[in-house]
Structures are given as C-alpha cells and as structure tokens.
C-alpha cells in the first residue's frame, strides 16, 4: 500500500494598501472670549481678542436748531440755518363783512282803478284785467329761475324786458280806449303777480303805468 500524502498548506495572499499623502498641520483659530459685562458708569476693560481692533471715531457735535423770527419772512430775509424754525401763532382772521343788499328802488305806485259807471265799461274793464293776467301768467310760466332771480336781485324787468315789451304791445292793441285812458291793468299786474306786490322788484328801468288818452 502506498501511503497518501497530504496537501501543502498556503500562504494567505497580501495586498498592499495606498498610503494617504502628507498634510502639514495649519495654525489653530482660538475661539473669541466672551465680551465681559459692564455695568453702567464702568470702564470696559480692554479687549484680549488677537484680531486688531478699530479705533472709535469721535461722533459729531449736535448744533441746536436756530430760533426763527417770523418778522424776517415778512420782509423778506429768508430763514436762517437748516430751515428748522418755529412759527409764531397767527391771530383769527376776521370775517369779512357781508355786502348790503341793494336798496329799494322807487317806483311809482300805480293808481287804484275807477268804478265803472255802465255795465259795457264794467265788462271793458274786467276784460282788459284778465287779459292782463294772462300776458303776465305766461311770462312767469316761460321764466321760472329769471322771475326767482329778478326778485331777489330787484332787475325783473332787466331780466325779461324782451318778453314785457312784447305783451305790452299786445294789451295795448286790444285793451278798450276807454279803459287805457283811465288804468292800466298791465302795470298793476306787473306788479301784483310778478313782483309779488312789491314794485320796487321791477328795476328802475321799468316804465310806469302808462294812460292813453283817447285822440
């Protein structure tokens, strides 16, 4: 028999490692101390930091601002310093008085009409005052804010002279003779319905009542 032999022991296989390049140590920071607490009315103490401090600058002095005289504005003088002043209080302005309201303006009074002594002149006369107030209803009708206006302003006729005019041609071509010669209707209702009785409201370039005499 032949005897068996047995194996060779291996060897454990090396595989070298890679070797990390050479750093050289930097210098180290230190850590900043903390800032020692002052308390009021101490001096700090001077800083033990490594890193250079900045000298602290001197602050500005403060100048107070100028006192301003109003007077110098009002002559002319421009404010001194920055332009920071003080106004002195101004006094309540008065108001200013209203203006009066125009006077009165005279008119002559018209007359006061005659009693009819027949029943014909009786009916002449009433036509003739309807009439009259038909004349005068359409111009208020037609000039509501110049009728508001006139009265107050005292110019009625000034304001509606073209729309007087033109009725009281048309009354004196209708009105009776007889009638015209002893009152004239148109005035009185002038003066009674447009200026609300009071004549003066007419203007002084109103003409008065007018009588025509018969030829």
Same mark, same amino acid.
């Given at each position: 028999? #032949?005897?068996? #032999? *047995?194996?060779?022991?291996?060897?454990? $296989?090396?595989?070298? $490692?890679?070797?990390?390049?050479?750093?050289?140590?930097?210098? #180290?920071?230190? $850590?900043?101390?903390?800032?020692?607490?002052?308390?009021?009315?101490?001096t700090a103490p001077p800083s033990t930091s490594p890193w250079p401090q900045p000298s602290p600058e001197p602050l500005p002095a403060v100048q107070p601002p100028p006192i301003f005289d109003p007077t110098t504005v009002e002559s002319g003088t421009p404010p001194p310093g920055n332009g920071v002043f003080t106004v002195a209080p101004l006094s309540p302005r008065e108001p200013a008085p209203a203006s009066p309201p125009p006077p009165p303006v005279s008119v002559a009074a018209p007359v006061a009409p005659p009693k009819p002594t027949t029943d014909e002149e009786a009916k002449a006369h009433n036509d003739a005052r309807r009439f009259a107030r038909l004349l005068v209803s359409e111009i208020k009708?037609?000039?509501?804010?110049?009728?508001?206006?006139?009265?107050?302003?005292?110019?009625?006729?000034?304001?509606?002279?073209?729309?007087?005019?033109? *009725?009281?041609?048309m009354y004196d071509k209708r009105v009776n003779p007889i009638v015209a010669a002893k009152f004239d209707y148109f005035y009185d209702e002038l003066v009674s319905s447009l200026a609300e009785g009071d004549a003066s409201r007419l203007g002084a370039d109103c003409p008065g009542p007018v009588l025509v005499q018969p030829e």
């Open positions: 028999m #032949t005897a068996e #032999t *047995s194996p060779e022991p291996q060897e454990p $296989e090396f595989k070298p $490692e890679p070797i990390p390049p050479y750093v050289a140590p930097g210098p #180290t920071i230190p $850590e900043p101390a903390p800032a020692p607490v002052v308390q009021f009315g101490e009708l037609y000039n509501e804010a110049k009728v508001t206006e006139g009265r107050i302003n005292r110019d009625l006729y000034d304001r509606l002279k073209e729309d007087i005019d033109r *009725s009281r041609q």
